[in-house]
């Protein structure tokens, strides 16, 4: 089969020195994890993911939003990494500087090895006080839903960004950062509407970069991208990882 992967990207990729990869939604569901709106099934149906995951539903209702986390967790639990999280990680020893930023939350990068990764919207499989923001990684377990923070008796939530909060600081000015110091960027598997993740592609192409955009299907982003490769992401990138090891 002729290889999906123009020679001009090869070579482009051959002399680059730092790559930024942005991975959304798409690469997780080719691994079966639901998107966010689409996992909305049996008991949970009868609720919308915007009346679950802000602070203020939390507030009214924290039994409601962590018995639904939790269901979501095991969802997630089930779902293995996927060509394409593999594919990143021999790419990350392919190039000096290599980042992955990632809008998805179920941590199938870091399971193939995948290690500087920015998780812009937090991970599910973690667990912070709401009242403190502190990272929990054990707590006494009292019977009460939501678990208490064994440090100030506040309740705990799982450490992903709801609507209405603003993205981790320290993240999101890495992500920036390097968005703007990339000579080649790929947007992977997103939209491009979440803001202010879809921004990133954009702050690349401000400061030269050569856009790549791997996607089933052409997104806002597809105009301004230099190199559309249409397709699922776990095709496409062992594909591009085999050319450049040609």
Partial sequence: MTSPIPSELVDTLRSANRVVVLTG???SAESGV????DAQTGLWSQYSPEELATPRAF??????VWEWYQWRRELVSKA????????????QELFPEFTLITQ?????????GSNIIIELHGNIHRTKCFQEGTIVESWKDTGDVPPKCPDC???LRPDVVWFEEPLPEAELESAMKASRKADVFFSIGTSGLVYPAA?????ALNH????????????????????MLKGPAGVILPELVKALRK
């Fill in 153 to 155: 008796g506040g309740w």
């Fill in 80 to 91: 293995k990494p996927n060509p394409a999280h593999y594919a990143l990680v021999e790419m």
């Fill in 199 to 203: 921004s990133l592609p954009h702050e």
């Fill in 25 to 27: 939604a798409g690469v």
């Fill in 208 to 227: 030269n970069a050569t856009l790549v955009e791997i996607n089933p299907a052409p997104t806002p982003l597809t105009p301004k991208a230099d190199f």
């Fill in 104 to 112: 998805n939350v179920d941590g199938l990068h870091r399971l193939p």
């Fill in 34 to 37: 639901p998107t966010f709106r």
């Fill in 59 to 64: 507030r009214q209702n924290p039994k409601l």
